[in-house]
Nanobody, 119 residues
Framework: QVQLVESGGGLVQAGGSLRLSCAASGSILWVNNMGWYRQAPGKQRELVATINIAGNTNYADSVKGRFSISRDSAKNTVYLQMNSLKPEDTAVYYC?????????????WGQGTQVTVSS
């Protein structure tokens, strides 16, 4: 059984910063791609940023230059540093990871963490 546990969400004023963390635990052999997605009320879930096992990153245009994704592969943990936050960044942020176990490989989701940016 694999679990992704997120932390670091909260309420922040516009222009502020938050750092999200997501740790994968369980019978993990290794973790390939890791990423962050978000879902605002009434909207579809959207990609925020991803990072592969080699450390290559990809960002949504709306967060480029403000957000930074990183990972600690030894800890099976991915981070999202969010700077210059805007009210439109308000959403539930979900961690996603492509995890290999002895049973095979599949994507897992975290439970989500709320980020609220006040104007």
């Amino acid at each position: 059984q694999v679990q992704l546990v997120e932390s670091g969400g909260g309420l922040v004023q516009a222009g502020g910063s938050l750092r999200l963390s997501c740790a994968a635990s369980g019978s993990i052999l290794w973790v390939n791609n890791m990423g962050w997605y978000r879902q605002a009320p009434g909207k579809q879930r959207e990609l925020v940023a991803t990072i592969n096992i080699a450390g290559n990153t990809n960002y949504a245009d709306s967060v480029k230059g403000r957000f930074s994704i990183s990972r600690d592969s030894a800890k099976n943990t991915v981070y999202l540093q969010m700077n210059s936050l805007k009210p439109e960044d308000t959403a539930v942020y979900y961690c996603n990871a492509d995890v290999r176990t002895v049973a095979g490989a599949r994507y897992y989701w975290g439970q989500g963490t709320q980020v609220t940016v006040s104007s």
